[in-house]
């Protein structure tokens, strides 16, 4: 399942997470966003039984304090996070299977 995350519990979900988090910053009018979405979600699916991997949403518009600490310029913006600190970033839309590749190779 997707964790929908917000400025209010981004640290705590994220920064003070001991392992990996993806981010998928978005909106509800980007069109690659609607894109995107699925693809997360199968994802999150596919990655559900990894104790140490989250897969997060955090809505741009409505938690803009976050998407500017983070530099967010364009959106879809995908975020991974490892013990707190971005090791990798990504924009625009990008499969399942570069999104895995990716995890799996942060993971090691």
């Known amino acids: ?17 001991s392992g990996l988090v993806l981010v998928d910053f978005w909106a509800p009018w980007c069109g690659p966003c609607k894109m995107q979405g699925p693809i997360i979600e199968q994802l999150a699916e596919t990655l559900k039984d990894k104790v140490d ?4 949403k955090l809505n741009v518009d ?3 304090g976050k998407s500017q600490e983070h530099e967010v310029m364009s959106i879809p913006t995908l975020k991974i996070f490892k013990n707190g600190k ?6 625009g839309l990008q499969s399942k299977e570069t999104l895995l590749s990716i995890i799996d190779k942060s993971l090691k």
């Open 62 to 64: 409505e938690n803009p």
């Open 1 to 17: 399942m997707v964790l929908e995350i917000n400025d209010q519990n981004f640290d705590q979900e994220v920064k003070n997470f």
């Open 53 to 56: 991997v989250k897969i997060a």
């Open 86 to 91: 971005v090791t990798e970033t990504m924009i």
